[in-house]
């Protein structure tokens, strides 16, 4: 298996509170993906990295926003939460080039908004 | 930007046939990567294969193989000789191939397998 986790794996937070998620990876890989999981919408890219403070929107990136300070852990962070980011959030990694692009996702995050 | 559709939101099959699930895409790249993944019920993401769209080869992966139609942006997933451990809900995936970054998913179909 690869060598990504996520911290933490469950949380409850109140509306309008900033919540941190972690994503911490072992394999050096260059790309790494936040993504959010809802039921009938499989998974929507929110933000992506492709190196050390290098990072880009995916498709649902408001509200959102990310660092990576280093290349083994990729931050993602709600400003205010609200509601309707009560989800599952994964992380993934790839070499995103040569023989190995195929991403490898972490275990995933469940976080509720109440 | 691209789009990928899965038709089928659930799908059953009996414990040792063979079953089918579709996938169609669109985008304006010429060389691109799909894959699917499987998530079961632990919910663990799980790639079962991989294909380069510059490859006219069909891949396969022991019972797992594809359909993969190019001009009709059209990849399959064939599973044969269904287990009761394929039960999962199944994911078909497109990446760019000139930037990695570009990542989309379709919404999923919840495969059953039954005994």
């Known amino acids: 298996d690869a060598g990504i986790t996520q911290s933490p794996r469950h949380k409850v937070t109140e509306t309008g509170t900033p919540v941190t998620l972690r994503c911490h990876q072992t394999?050096?890989?260059?790309?790494m993906y936040w993504y959010r999981q809802d039921p009938g919408h499989g998974l929507r890219l929110i933000h992506y990295?492709?190196?050390?403070?290098?990072?880009d929107k995916g498709e649902v990136s408001d509200g959102y926003s990310v660092s990576r300070s280093k290349t083994e852990d990729f931050l993602l962070t709600l400003e205010s939460a609200t509601s309707s980011q009560t989800s599952v959030y994964f992380c993934?990694?790839?070499?995103?080039?040569?023989?190995?692009?195929?991403?490898?996702f972490g275990p995933g995050t469940r976080l509720t908004v109440t | 930007a691209q789009t990928v559709t899965q038709s089928q939101p659930e799908m059953s099959v009996q414990e040792a046939e063979t079953v089918t699930l579709s996938c169609t895409y669109d985008?304006?790249?010429?060389?691109?990567?799909l894959f699917w993944y499987k998530q079961p019920p632990s919910r663990q993401m799980i790639l079962v294969i991989r294909?380069?769209?510059?490859?006219?080869q069909n891949a396969t992966e022991n019972r797992f193989s594809v359909n993969f139609q190019k001009a009709a942006k059209s990849f399959s997933l064939k599973i044969s000789d269904s287990q009761l451990g394929d039960t999962a809900m199944y994911f078909c995936?497109?990446?760019?191939?000139?930037?990695?970054?570009?990542?989309?998913f379709g919404d999923g179909t919840t495969l059953t397998v039954k005994p």
């Open positions: 995936a497109f990446m760019s191939f000139t930037n990695a970054g570009k990542s989309t």
């Open positions: 993934a990694i790839s070499l995103g080039t040569g023989s190995s692009y195929e991403q490898y």
């Open positions: 294909q380069e769209a510059y490859k006219q």
């Open positions: 985008t304006s790249e010429n060389n691109y990567y």
């Open positions: 394999e050096n890989h260059r790309y």
């Open positions: 990295s492709y190196g050390v403070k290098d990072t």
